[in-house]
């Protein structure tokens, strides 16, 4: 008992490799214990070690069927993209016990899913038996973003710190700011480099009315600060240790994803203009295209947001010239593509540690054609002209219908249905407004 309690104190306090070491101590004289063989699996999915996760849990399920082990099945089998087995195991959940937990992970399954109304539902039933489900919350408010809810999902965001699906970053131990003008903030980013970029469109907003100091992703430090004139700017986004806030008094702290409850509680209030500047990269006479076809880091959300460059051939037949913009590893595609005839230039800008590089790329396009991936964002940002081919269940940032209200330079072709061959009548598309333009441009000309 004595070791089970000091391994159950490293695995709250987040040391899973000495609560796991403990664990296997204790798992070599009661290898069949079901209690031991769940919190062995809870700990494997709160440390994203899926596979043993769903290994030891179906384990402890045989010996003892639960709500509570059904419950983190379901979540490690959504976590790996496996839809309908964690659907399967939050459904028997319920219906052991239909606790709020339960059914706020019940929730998740229809976010990012082009069925936000569902999510919102079980998120609703969640809350009303735990009005403190923190779960629930932020999966309302993913829900209530996909469908445009502005005016009351920047609330329920702000649940995210307390499901600790967000980080509440301690800076200087300033409070949290309340809108209050003419004061010192410091605004810190969060999430992807993409989400950060989106975000940064919120900055001239608080600008206007407060000094800011800005903590950012490294490689977007030169970049934020080229574009917003008066900013202080450090890129520690991802460091544990900080000096710097010792230089200054500071009043406020906030995430900058916080910031839509401050600017953006109305479609109307998104101006959707570029906010960002660059310079361009060198480039001939002819029209330029850059393209990216692999997105996702998530397991389940990779196949989602990509689309095999050898389908492109209806796109890549425009005489144009095409770059890439995939920051992934992607040589082969490009060499098969050329044993095709089909030619995409690559360079290293792309992968550079600096965004301001990869920034010069991207303006130097005349179009961008991607799927959904950061560099959407930074075509948006930068005002440069972007058609992005999105899936069927996308992600929050692209709605369920209409357009991007974050940039106006971008154009959404939406996947009609979820079937992977249904990427085919959207390349089409696509390629046949890329000759169209293409046309017009050159009758302009002529």
Partial sequence: MQLFEEATKFHLAGNYPEAERIYDMLLTQNHDNPGLLATMGTMYLQSRR??????????????SPQSDIWCNLGIAYKYTGQQEKSRKYLTKAIEHNPSADALANYSALFTNNATPEKAIEFSKKAIKIDPQCGIAHWNMALAMLEASQWETAWD???????SKMRIDRKIADAPEWDGTPNKTVVVY?????????????MLPDILKTNTVILECHKRLKTLFEQSFPGLICYGTREDKEITWPND????YRVSIGSLGKFYRRSRSAFPGTPY???????????????ISWTGGLKAGRIAVRS??????????????????LQYTDCADDLAEMENFGYRIKQFDEIKADDFTETAKLVKSCDLVISVCTSVIHL???LGVPCWVMVPNKPAWRYGVTGGMPWYKSVRLYRQPTGDIGAWMPVLRRVGLDLSELIEGK?????
């Fill in 50 to 63: 899926y596979g043993l996760a769903i290994s030891f849990l179906h384990r402890a399920a045989e010996k």
């Fill in 156 to 162: 329920e965001h702000e649940w995210g710190f307390k």
């Fill in 189 to 201: 980013g969060e999430q992807g480099i993409g989400d950060e970029i989106m975000f940064a469109s």
């Fill in 248 to 251: 200054h008094n500071i009043d």
């Fill in 276 to 290: 960002l500047l660059s310079d361009t990269a060198p480039k001939g006479d002819k029209f330029r295209v850059g």
């Fill in 307 to 324: 689309i095999p460059l050898s389908w492109w051939k209806s796109i890549l037949s425009n005489n144009v010239e095409f770059i890439s």
């Fill in 379 to 381: 075509a948006g940002a």
């Fill in 442 to 446: 050159e009758r302009k000309t002529a």
